[in-house]
Each structure stands twice: as structure tokens, then as C-alpha cells.
């Protein structure tokens, strides 16, 4: 089912689109190499008739599938718009697109959703990476081992930091 409505059920009453659009339609792949989504997007959305506008409101939720930026571990994340809306203009320069009394509101919803992803996607909010990276903070730089002596990684290192 594409997300459309038609507006002549808009004259006298609220229209309820309220089901789920296939993620293909919804075509936010590829936009970030981190998340990928392959549920489709629920919505439940109220859709109101004004004399120059057309508002709709209402919940929209898409089940991500990402990868921790620093550890790369897989992990779920679901987006939920809870009261997400949207003025679509009926006259001047950015008016909605109707056809055959149609409009599609895919890609207002599209480019909400994609302003919504996980900027920086973590499997959990104190994620220190992988056990294998550098150990970072664990130790503060150039500070001397039990012996005395940097081993010759942390000398190395420091030259680098240098
Ligand atoms: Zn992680």
C-alpha cells in the first residue's frame, strides 16, 4: 500500500492512514553505511482538510538495523516519530503535487525519517570499541610502566603524538 490519500475524502472529515509501507518504496538505503532497513515503516497518521493546507499528523516507526560505529557490532534500533507532522501547502510555489486527486506522502515522510536516522549509530551509549584498538584513556600517554621504562609501543606512540 503506497501512503496516499485522496483529497476529495478530505471535504467533510478526517482521514486515518494508518497501516505499513513497504521499505522499498520508502527507498532510504544506501544513505548510510551503518544502518540498513528492511521492515517496513509503520504508520498511523491523521490527515485534515484546510481551506489553503493539508495537515497530517500522527506516529511514524521504522525498526533499523545498525552497526556500532565503534565497536561494529550489529544491534536494533527502532526510530519512532511519535507526533510527527506535516503542512502541505495547496497553492504558491511549494504546493503539494496531486494526481488524479491523489497525494503521496512518501517523501515528506522520507526525508523525516532520514533527518531521523542515528547520526552516529552506538550499540550502547558507554561503547568503548573493540577490545583489540588502542587503549585509549586506560592509561594516559608517555606515562611510565612499572619498570621505569616505556615499551617500545608506547615510545612509538608517542612519537606519533608528538
Ligand atoms: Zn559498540
Redesign the pocket.
Known sequence: MPLLFNIRHLDHQVVTLRGELPVAELDVGGIDELIQADSPLHHDLLVEGHERSILVQGRLELQLRCE?A??L?GFEYKLALASWSCLLPMEGEDKVVVNNDCVDLTPYVREDIVLAFPQHP???PE?RGLPAAAPSGARPLGSASATGELSPAWAELNKLKL
Open positions: 556500532c565503534r565497536c557490532k552506538l550499540c550502547e561503547c
